[in-house]
């Protein structure tokens, strides 16, 4: 999500849109007109959600998933859905030495085709705000590909 929602209500509403888009920017929420006055932060549809080795929940949506497998980015992976998931849950992790929200999760496998020996899953690690004023965690794949280590 790019830019700021404008909404047609009261000053303090589009004040709290616009800190509601500010606070989860880019993340995998779409927000739908306000009703009543009422802004609504509703999450796409979840695929999946694995736990990794050291117990944060980690999850791909479907809209993610079909932007990985696309013709244009990493159709390899289609038939590879399940090594995704293991590598998440006990592949190798490194963090971004730039961004310290991104991480690197790679695991090796015997089956990959072509030349590729690991699947390797980019994963983003944020807070959002709960309905109840609750901080959570909010960590999920961006993209996943295979490539060849060694």
Do not use: C
Not at 32 to 38: C, E, I, N
Request: cysteine-free; aromatic content about 8%.
């Amino acid at each position: 999500m790019s830019g700021l929602i404008k909404i047609n209500t009261r000053r303090g509403q589009e004040s709290l849109a616009e800190q509601v888009v500010t606070a989860i920017p880019n993340e995998p929420f779409i927000s739908s007109r306000p009703k009543q006055g009422k802004i609504q932060v509703v999450p796409e549809p979840i695929r999946w959600i694995v736990q990794d080795r050291y117990s944060n929940s980690i999850y791909l949506t479907q809209k993610r998933w079909e932007h990985i497998i696309e013709s244009i980015n990493h159709p390899e992976m289609e038939e590879y859905e399940e090594e995704l998931k293991e590598t998440v849950q006990s592949g190798v992790r490194k963090q971004d030495s730039l961004n310290t929200q991104k991480y690197r999760y790679s695991k090796e496998f015997d089956n990959l085709p072509a030349d590729n020996t690991h699947v390797v899953a980019i994963v983003l690690f944020r807070l959002h705000e709960s309905g109840l004023g609750e901080i959570e965690s909010n960590n999920f794949i961006v993209t996943a590909y295979q490539k060849e280590t060694g």
